[in-house]
């Protein structure tokens, strides 16, 4: 206690906040503050620096900012490998594969008469006008029954009206040989009736991606199931010879109708129509599912569509007849490739049907590559601010110009070898078709899309019917192929030109008064 009279020292409960340090009476130092703390000094307890409680979180402070990129990028990387991981072992993945299956199937039953056509020409003396004839029945059929299919669709759903038309049209494969020994118009009644049937293949697929994908992977999903149908081309023209060499002439016809009954058979029992009343779905997947569907904006009551579609408006404008003569152009030369090119090898480089059906399937693999890359390609250059009818032109010149250089080189090849690497440049190129006026119908008509698309895919029809009849006739006038070959490359000529002075890809008014 200090000695009276002296005056006590200000302790700092008796100072003002703002007093200064030298009032204190004290001869030391003051403390430190946090952002003042000296280094420690090595005999001090290094607890005096950091806590106790703060010791847990020091590792986590040294280790986070290192880990911090590699962990950002583990979170998206490593979401984007579980769902791409969930997606190889999902119930989608297996309606994805089984609808590639489908439409495999339907272009080998569809094919086998390209193959089949030559000895059963030899067999019956069939000339090649009425074979051409022979082979355009399946488009009789074909001609009317997406419409149908469509709407039956709409109706019962994809999973019902796949299973019947796969069935239908496996009987009608299967059928085949029995209608041939009987009678030649019963056996085209098969052909119609497998045209009938396979109408609704590409109107089914549609539906079941539609209801079993979210809106980020239906892309995926019509690429593996596409795949499949350009890759039914290869099966049934590699196959088939292999077959006819070992079980006659209609021995494909038998065992492709067997598959499609077989493939009925897992489709009833192992696919459901929609993924909520499937039995095996994870709840994970379902929500998964319903939640990328409710990313689609439902169509609003204003935006259905007229019950009687204005035809005489879409019929007016010139980005309509674009659309309608690239389809049937893309048609004639789709057809007349796939009905004609084995018969052409055989004829023009006397191949036999084995060689001659190799020569024909190659191209169709390259094709289901090359329309995958230009998929690719337009959308990046769409991202990369090209407008979108710039890209479509690119795409479909490139889908129609590319086809005609390459036939006349076909037709100035000198070996089969020389034929057939032509050949796969011309199919291949033809895909670049599908990111020009394939995906254009949506663009310039949202709200008339499946109208224009059903006005096309029948110009389209009508096109491949007179060009698989007319190589036959014009084979029989000139004795042969190369003039028809000519022919076909300056129609790819003029589409092209046709569709780059009138196709857009903006949207048209086809509702105003203009």
Known sequence: MAPPGQLLPLTRSLLPPSAPPFLSGRRRRAPPTRAQTPSPLPWQPRRL????????????????????????????????????????????????????????????????????????????GWTPSFAGVVQSSFLWGYLISPIIGGALVDYYGGRRVMAYGVALWSFATFLSPWAAGRSLWL???????????????????????????????????????????????????????????????????????LFGFLWVLVWISAISGTPAEHPQISAYELEYITKGQKLV??????????????????????????????????????????????????????????????????????????????????DTLIRNGTSITLTRKIMQTIGFVGPGIALLGLNAAKSPAIASAWLTVAVGLKSFGHSGFLVNLQEIAPQYAGVLHGMSNTAGTFAAILGTIGAGFFVDRMGSFRGFIILTSLLYFSSALFWDIFATGERVDFDGSG
């Open 49 to 124: 620096l950091c806590p106790a409680p703060l010791q847990p979180l020091r590792p986590l402070a040294r280790t986070r900012p290192a880990s911090a990129p590699s962990g950002v990028s583990a979170a998206g990387g490593g979401e984007a490998q579980a769902v791409a991981a969930e997606f190889m072992t999902s119930e989608r993945v297996k309606v994805a594969a089984m609808l590639g299956l489908a439409l495999a199937l339907c272009n080998a039953d569809r094919v086998v008469m390209s193959v089949a056509i030559v000895p059963l020409s030899q067999a019956y």
């Open 187 to 257: 056996f085209i009644s098969t052909r119609v009736l497998l045209g009938v049937a396979e109408g609704v293949a590409l109107p089914c697929m549609n539906n079941m991606v539609l209801r079993w994908f979210p809106r980020t992977e239906r892309s995926s999903a019509v690429g593996i199931a596409m795949a499949g149908f350009q890759l039914g081309n290869t099966i049934g023209l590699l196959l088939s010879p292999i077959i006819m060499s070992r079980a006659g002439i209609f021995g494909p016809f038998v065992i492709f109708g």
């Open 297 to 378: 904006k439902p169509q609003g009551q204003g935006e259905k569509l007229r019950k009687v579609p204005p035809f005489s408006k879409l019929l007016s404008k010139w980005p309509t007849w674009a659309l309608i003569s690239a389809n049937a152009m893309h048609s004639w030369g789709y057809f007349v490739i796939l009905s004609w090119m084995p018969v052409y090898f055989k004829t023009i480089f006397h191949v036999n049907l084995r060689e001659a059906a190799w020569f024909s399937a190659i191209p169709w693999v390259m094709m289901a590559v090359l329309g995958y890359v230009a998929g690719v390609v337009s």
